[in-house]
């Protein structure tokens, strides 16, 4: 009976998130029919079922996190013996046997994601059917638990042989350590100590001032960060604690590029095409620097460089599950009309959570633009491995001096974070030099 377990979507997913299941109980089911949604670190991946048959039972509820090879749903050919089965082996396996109330039957409703089949296991196996009235493992015995389940246990310091599993056989899983911690955490407050007690527990109670008071109960909505939220925390956190950043600001007249774009959307419009955006003009100005000058195109690789060969541009998108970083691939060798396209389609696939991995991986060098914000100049982090992110703010109106006259014009702020492990000032300095030129002087940009 094949079992839908959580498949590794990813090179960095440790665990995924079951996001909708498209398919319920009792439902007919085909190979290569989409039949769950499952959110992973990067994105939003549809899951497709590996074989024909009914999907007999889901194990794990929509917004469930679940450990890579954990076991998410059951399909079989709709007799329900598949799951009976499959409940039995994980009643038989992990020590002990399981009380039979612990046993989920076949048909019980609920909604999560399912994931690819890892393993099988005949139909015809049979059901090994626990003694009533099986007493909870003593106190030291082993626990049938999920990896996931264990870890959230030990961060939260709950002890596993105090969870009682409501998985198949028995399994404690994440819900049930959650459960429980939740109604430890509820327990009766104890009588108000008198003045005497309350005196000596101030006397050998340690006070730790760097704690911080907790709001107000009803003073604050919880609002779970998504698993995109978590690893971008996670990375970024890292980026700013391993990379020593350093940042260089540069002042760019872009009113030729504006009048320049001016021009080829006019060109682009009258030949029934879509328009280029200034974003998609500085892609192609940072990505025709980069093969001018590769020496930011680098990843930091302990004792030596990595100068890469491709130009990969990474072009941030604000989503509502998070910030995602679609890739332009070869972006040197697009043409401009060719990045405009190609940044609208997966901008507008990140923000409904549809890039697949590899449209987000692979990266050699970020932009972030935060212009149409109204932001005129900003920092950003470094997306590891790279070593350089550039940040671009809005153009605004300033007045210049120029042959003794004083001029409007408009000027654009770009700050360039970089690695100092495998850029220097003078390298980061020079990349800026060279993308100011090319902005300014924008018929390069296409030739």
Same mark, same amino acid.
């Given at each position: 009976?094949?079992?839908?377990?959580?498949?590794?979507?990813?090179?960095?997913?440790?665990?995924?998130?079951?996001?909708?299941?498209?398919?319920?109980?009792?439902?007919?089911?085909?190979?290569?029919?989409?039949?769950?949604?499952?959110?992973?670190?990067?994105?939003?991946?549809?899951?497709?079922?590996? !074989?024909?048959g009914?999907?007999?039972?889901?194990?794990?509820?929509?917004?469930?996190?679940?450990?890579?090879?954990? #076991?998410?749903?059951?399909?079989?050919?709709?007799?329900?013996?598949?799951?009976?089965?499959?409940?039995?082996?994980? $009643?038989?396996?992990?020590?002990?046997?399981? +009380?039979?109330?612990?046993?989920p039957?076949?048909?019980?409703?609920?909604?999560?994601?399912?994931?690819?089949?890892?393993?099988?296991?005949?139909?015809?196996? $049979?059901?090994?059917?626990?003694?009533?009235?099986?007493?909870? +493992?003593?106190?030291?015995?082993?626990?049938?638990?999920?990896?996931?389940?264990?870890?959230? $246990?030990?961060?939260?310091?709950?002890?596993?042989?105090?969870?009682?599993?409501?998985?198949?056989?028995?399994?404690?899983?994440?819900?049930?350590?959650?459960?429980?911690?939740?109604?430890?955490?509820?327990?009766?407050?104890? $009588?108000? +100590?008198?003045?005497?007690?309350?005196?000596?527990?101030?006397?050998s109670?340690?006070?730790?001032?760097?704690?911080?008071?907790?709001?107000?109960?009803?003073?604050?909505?919880?609002?779970?960060?998504?698993?995109?939220?978590?690893?971008?925390a996670?990375?970024?956190?890292?980026?700013?604690?391993?990379?020593?950043?350093?940042?260089?600001?540069?002042?760019?007249?872009?009113?030729?590029?504006?009048?320049?774009?001016?021009q080829?959307?006019?060109?682009?419009?009258?030949?029934?095409?879509?328009?280029?955006s200034?974003?998609?003009?500085?892609?192609?100005?940072?990505?025709s620097?980069?093969?001018? !000058?590769?020496?930011?195109?680098?990843?930091?690789?302990?004792?030596?460089?990595?100068?890469?060969?491709?130009?990969?541009?990474?072009?941030?998108?604000?989503?509502?599950?998070?910030?995602?970083?679609?890739?332009?691939?070869?972006?040197?060798?697009?043409?401009?009309?060719?990045?405009?396209?190609?940044?609208?389609?997966?901008?507008?696939?990140?923000?409904?959570?549809?890039?697949r991995?590899?449209?987000?991986?692979?990266?050699?060098f970020?932009?972030?633009?935060?212009?149409?914000?109204?932001?005129?100049?900003?920092?950003?982090?470094?997306? #590891? #491995?790279?070593?350089?992110?550039?940040?671009?703010?809005?153009?605004?109106?300033?007045?210049?001096?120029?042959?003794?006259?004083?001029?409007?014009?408009?000027?654009?702020?770009?700050?360039?974070s970089?690695?100092?492990?495998?850029?220097?000032?003078?390298?980061?300095?020079?990349?800026?030099?060279?993308?100011?030129?090319?902005?300014?002087?924008?018929?390069?940009?296409?030739?």
């Open positions: 009976m094949p079992e839908i377990t959580m498949p590794r979507l990813s090179d960095t997913m440790e665990d995924g998130v079951v996001a909708s299941w498209l398919k319920k109980v009792g439902d007919p089911v085909a190979r290569g029919e989409v039949i769950a949604e499952i959110e992973t670190d990067k994105a939003l991946m549809e899951l497709e079922a590996y !074989d024909d009914v999907l007999e039972q889901i194990l794990v509820e929509a917004g469930t996190r679940v450990a890579i090879g954990e #076991p998410i749903g059951l399909v079989g050919d709709g007799s329900g013996t598949g799951s009976a089965a499959a409940a039995g082996n994980s $009643a038989t396996s992990g020590g002990g046997t399981a +009380p039979a109330a612990e046993v039957a076949p048909d019980v409703p609920a909604a999560g994601t399912a994931t690819a089949p890892s393993s099988t296991s005949g139909g015809s196996v $049979a059901v090994h059917d626990a003694p009533t009235g099986t007493t909870p +493992p003593a106190s030291g015995e082993r626990r049938k638990s999920s990896p996931l389940a264990r870890k959230i $246990a030990h961060e939260i310091g709950v002890d596993l042989a105090d969870v009682t599993g409501t998985g198949p056989g028995g399994r404690i899983t994440r819900q049930d350590v959650e459960s429980a911690s939740r109604t430890a955490g509820s327990t009766p407050a104890p $009588a108000e +100590p008198t003045a005497a007690s309350a005196a000596a527990t101030a006397t109670a340690p006070v730790s001032s760097a704690a911080p008071a907790a709001p107000a109960s009803g003073d604050y909505d919880e609002i779970p960060l998504t698993r995109i939220q978590q690893v971008s996670t990375r970024l956190t890292e980026s700013m604690q391993q990379a020593p950043h350093i940042y260089l600001t540069s002042a760019i007249d872009v009113t030729e590029l504006l009048a320049f774009r001016a080829i959307n006019a060109t682009l419009d009258a030949a029934g095409k879509g328009k280029v200034v974003n998609d003009l500085l892609v192609k100005a940072v990505a620097t980069l093969r001018t !000058d590769p020496a930011v195109n680098v990843s930091f690789a302990g004792d030596k460089l990595l100068q890469h060969k491709g130009i990969h541009l990474g072009i941030a998108v604000a989503t509502p599950a998070g910030l995602l970083v679609p890739v332009i691939r070869d972006a040197d060798r697009k043409s401009v009309s060719e990045i405009a396209a190609d940044s609208r389609d997966k901008a507008g696939r990140a923000r409904d959570r549809k890039l991995s590899d449209e987000m991986s692979g990266g050699t970020t932009i972030s633009n935060l212009g149409m914000f109204g932001v005129e100049q900003f920092t950003a982090v470094i997306n #590891p #491995p790279e070593s350089a992110i550039l940040a671009i703010g809005g153009a605004s109106d300033e007045l210049r001096l120029e042959d003794g006259e004083v001029v409007s014009r408009k000027i654009l702020r770009v700050t360039l970089a690695d100092h492990r495998a850029i220097d000032g003078a390298v980061a300095a020079k990349f800026l030099q060279q993308l100011k030129d090319l902005l300014e002087h924008p018929l390069r940009i296409v030739t």
